[in-house]
C-alpha cells in the first residue's frame, strides 16, 4: 500500500480537547476501552473460524498483551484479534462522525462524570489520546495476502498511514504518554487500573514490564514442558530424620523422598478471571466459591449472610450474585456496591436505574449484555426495557426471601435482626416489593420468638380485650416496645397480665410501619406507653376515683408548676407500679418526625403538651401523697414521682437528671433523720 497523509474526517479541530475534558475525572478508562476493543476482536476472528470464513491455528489462545515501559514512557496493548486492512483503519479511525466540538459537548455535557462507555459513541479508540501525546497502530488484518498497516497520530487533526512491520494477526496501539500521565507506565498502577475494570474481561488480559529481568520457577520435572522453558535441572537428595522406636533404638527414616527438579522461567498469569462465578450455573458453584469470590470483588472478610445466584436468558439475558452483608449495628455502614457489567465488561457501580435502590445496600454483580451500551444515568430513565430489568431483579430477591421463610424458617429467622433494614428499606421504596414480601415480615416479640403479620393478627383477633378501639374504629392493637430497657417497667406490666408485644428498634421502624398502616386497614401499631390498656388495671367507675383525681392533678400542677399538667388516676392490678407517662401514639410520631427535622430549627416541643401523668391508686406512695397533700415535702415526692415516671418513658436531658440526682440524695437524708 502506498503511505497516506491526511486529515481526520471531524467538523471541528479541538475534537481532542474536548474528548480530554469531557473524561477527564475517569481518565484511566482508556485502559478498559483499548483492552475490550481487543477482546472484541478476538472474539470476531473466533467466530470467524466457527463459520468457516478463517481456520486458527490449533494451538490459538486468544489473549491481551499490556506492555508498559517506564524508560521508554509508553503504554502497548496487543491482541491477536482480527485485526485490520488499510480500509478498515480509514473506515473505524480516521472517520469520526461528529457535528462539532460545541454540539457535542453540549450534547453530552451532563456525563462529563458519570462513567460512559465511550466507545460506544465513536470514541473508544481515542480515549488514548487522554493521556497521550501520540499514538500508533500496527495491524495486520486475518484477510488472505493482507498487508501491515501502520498509522499514527499526534493528537492534532492529522494522521499518517502507511504500510508497515507487523507480521502477527492482530493489532499493537502504543501509547506515548504525555508528562501528566506518565503513572500509567508504571507496572503496579496499570495493574490496579485493569483490575478495576477489566477483573473479568472473556479474553486472558497479561500485564509485562519491558525489559525487565526474567522471573524464576521450580517444578516438578513430571511436568510436561516445552523444552526452551527449561532452564536449569535440580536433583533434590531424600531428606532424612532420626526417630525413636518403642523398644529405645533408633532408626533413620525418610521424611521426603529424593525429587527432581526443573528451573524454568516464570509462566505469566493472567490478571482476569475469564470465567467469573455468576456465569456458572448454580447448582455447579459450591459455598466456598462465593464466599471467596465476595472476599476477592469486595475485600470484605466479613462473612455475608446469604446469597441470591441470578441466571436467566428470557426475555433477557441477566446473570449475577446478590449477597446480603451482615450488619453488626443499625450504625454500621450499610451503603453496599452493586457492580454493572455488559459482557464481563466492568460499566460502574451503583446504576440506579438498573438496581432498584433499596439493593443498592447489598454488596454483588450484575452482568446485562442486553442492556445498552451507551449507559448513562440520564439515558436510562425513560428506558422501559431497563425498567424491566429492575423488576425482575426486585422479584428474584423477594422470591428467595418468601422461599427461605416457608422452607428455611430458622435460618431466615436467623438473619432477620440483619436483614429487616433491607427487607422494610425495600417496602418503603418498591410497592411491588411491599405487597410480595407483606405476609413475611417478621416481627420479634418482647420474648425473643419470631412470628408475621399474619400471625400477629390472629393472636390479636383471639383476644377478647378490644378496649383501645375507638368509636367506629375496628382495627386491631398491635403493641410495640423500641427500647427494651427504657420501657422495662411497661413490658413488665404487660407480661404480668400475658400480653405480649413486638420490639421495633430500627430508625427505620417508624416510618416503615406507618406504611404498613396505611396499605393495611385492620390493624394499627401502639407503642406500650402510648396509654393504659383495660388489661392493666382494675374496673373502676369515673365516680369512684373522681375525687382523687381532682385532689391528685391540683397537688401535682402546684408542686411541678405546670398547670396544664394531665393526669389520670387508675387502679393498676401491679400494685407496685406508683405512675407511668403516657403519650398518644400520634403525638409521639409527630414529636419523632421533628426530631429528624430538627436541623431545620424546628422545635419537637411544640407537639408536646399530650402526655399524661397516670397515677396508680393503688399504690402506697401515690396514697401517702393523696393523703398528705399539705405536708413539707410532698412537693419533693411529686417532682420525684413525675421525674421516675418520665425515666420509664424517655431519658430526661441533663438537667433534669441532674435535679433528679440531687433530689434523691435529699430523699435519702430525709429518711436518715427519722
Not at 419533693?636 to 433534669?656: G, R, T, V
Request: hydrophobic fraction near 35%; aromatic fraction near 10%.
Amino acid at each position: 500500500m502506498s503511505s497516506k497523509h491526511g486529515n481526520l474526517s471531524i467538523t471541528s479541530e479541538n475534537i481532542f480537547p474536548v474528548i480530554k475534558k469531557w473524561l477527564y475525572s475517569d481518565h484511566d478508562i482508556f485502559f478498559r476501552e483499548l483492552i475490550s476493543n481487543g477482546c472484541d476482536a478476538i472474539t470476531k476472528l473466533k467466530k470467524l473460524d466457527m463459520m468457516g470464513e478463517y481456520a486458527l491455528p490449533e494451538d490459538y489462545k486468544g489473549k491481551i498483551e499490556v506492555i508498559v515501559s517506564p524508560e521508554e514512557k509508553t503504554l502497548t496493548f496487543i491482541d491477536n484479534g482480527l485485526g485490520m486492512t488499510a480500509d478498515e483503519v480509514d473506515e473505524y479511525i480516521n472517520q469520526i462522525a461528529f457535528s462539532g466540538a460545541t454540539d457535542f459537548l453540549e450534547k453530552y455535557k451532563d456525563k462529563a462524570s458519570e462513567d460512559q462507555i465511550i466507545g460506544h459513541f465513536g470514541l473508544g479508540f481515542y480515549s488514548a489520546f487522554m493521556v497521550a501525546d501520540a499514538v500508533h497502530i500496527d495491524t495486520l488484518s486475518w484477510q488472505k495476502d493482507a498487508t501491515s498497516v501502520h498509522w499514527e497520530c499526534d493528537g492534532g487533526t492529522e494522521f499518517d498511514m502507511s504500510e508497515g512491520s507487523w507480521d502477527q494477526v492482530g493489532t499493537r496501539i502504543t501509547l506515548f504518554l504525555n508528562e501528566d500521565c506518565l503513572e500509567f507506565a508504571n507496572e503496579y498502577r496499570a495493574r490496579e487500573v485493569i483490575e478495576k475494570y477489566c477483573s473479568f474481561m472473556p479474553t486472558e488480559i497479561y500485564l509485562t514490564k519491558a525489559n525487565a529481568e526474567p522471573q524464576y520457577e521450580t517444578i516438578d520435572a513430571a511436568d510436561k514442558l516445552d523444552t526452551d522453558e527449561v532452564v536449569e535441572e535440580i536433583h533434590e537428595e531424600a531428606k532424612y530424620e532420626e526417630k525413636e522406636n518403642e523398644d529405645g533404638t533408633k532408626e533413620q527414616v525418610e521424611v521426603s523422598p529424593a525429587k527432581d527438579k526443573l528451573k524454568i522461567k516464570k509462566r505469566p498469569v493472567p490478571l482476569n478471571d475469564t470465567n467469573p462465578l455468576w456465569t456458572k450455573n448454580p447448582s455447579e458453584c459450591t459455598k466456598e466459591e462465593y464466599l471467596e469470590f465476595y472476599r476477592k470483588v469486595f475485600m470484605d472478610y466479613k462473612e455475608p449472610l446469604f446469597w441470591i445466584h441470578l441466571n436467566m436468558d428470557y426475555p433477557f439475558n441477566l446473570k449475577g450474585i446478590l449477597y446480603f452483608p451482615k450488619i453488626n449495628t443499625e450504625y454500621d455502614s450499610i451503603e453496599g456496591t452493586i457492580k454493572l457489567y455488559n459482557n464481563q465488561v466492568f460499566i460502574a457501580d451503583n446504576i440506579k436505574e438498573v438496581i432498584p435502590e433499596f439493593l443498592m445496600l447489598l454488596k454483588g454483580v450484575i452482568d446485562c449484555p442486553d442492556l445498552p451500551l451507551n449507559v448513562s444515568r440520564s439515558a436510562l430513565q425513560n428506558d422501559g426495557f431497563v425498567n424491566k430489568i429492575s423488576d425482575y431483579i426486585t422479584k428474584k430477591v423477594a422470591d428467595k426471601l418468601i422461599g427461605m421463610c416457608k422452607t428455611d424458617k430458622e435460618n431466615y429467622e436467623k438473619y432477620w435482626d440483619d436483614i429487616s433494614p433491607f427487607i422494610k428499606f425495600g417496602c418503603l421504596k418498591d410497592t411491588k416489593f411491599c405487597d410480595k414480601m407483606n405476609d413475611y415480615i417478621l416481627f420479634k416479640d418482647i420474648d425473643g420468638k419470631y412470628t408475621t403479620l399474619p400471625e400477629l393478627l390472629v393472636a390479636e383477633e383471639k383476644k377478647e380485650d378490644t378496649e383501645d378501639t375507638e368509636p367506629g374504629d375496628t382495627r386491631k392493637p398491635i403493641y410495640y416496645v423500641t427500647d427494651m430497657q427504657q420501657q422495662s417497667q411497661y413490658i413488665n406490666m404487660f407480661r404480668q397480665q400475658g400480653m405480649n408485644a413486638v420490639v421495633l428498634d430500627h430508625t427505620i421502624d417508624s416510618s416503615f410501619i406507618t406504611q404498613l398502616e396505611q396499605r393495611n386497614q385492620n390493624y394499627k401499631f401502639l407503642r406500650i406507653d402510648a396509654d393504659v390498656t383495660d388489661s392493666l388495671v382494675e374496673e373502676t367507675s369515673e365516680e369512684e376515683l373522681k375525687e382523687s383525681t381532682d385532689t391528685l392533678t391540683g397537688i401535682f400542677r402546684k408542686a411541678l408548676g405546670k398547670d396544664n399538667l394531665n393526669v389520670k388516676v387508675e387502679k393498676f392490678k401491679n400494685k407496685d407500679v406508683s405512675s407511668v407517662i403516657t403519650l398518644p401514639e400520634e403525638s409521639r410520631r409527630m414529636q419523632d418526625m421533628m426530631k429528624m427535622y430538627n436541623m431545620y430549627g424546628m422545635d419537637p416541643s411544640m407537639f408536646g403538651g399530650d402526655e399524661t401523668l397516670v397515677l396508680n391508686a393503688n399504690n402506697d406512695l401515690v396514697q401517702y401523697i393523696l393523703n398528705h397533700g399539705d405536708e413539707e415535702h410532698t412537693d419533693l415526692f411529686c417532682k420525684q414521682l413525675y421525674d421516675l415516671a418520665m425515666i420509664s418513658n424517655h431519658p430526661l436531658s441533663p438537667e433534669e437528671m441532674t435535679a433528679f440526682v440531687n433530689r434523691s440524695n435529699q430523699i435519702m437524708m430525709l429518711l436518715t433523720q427519722e
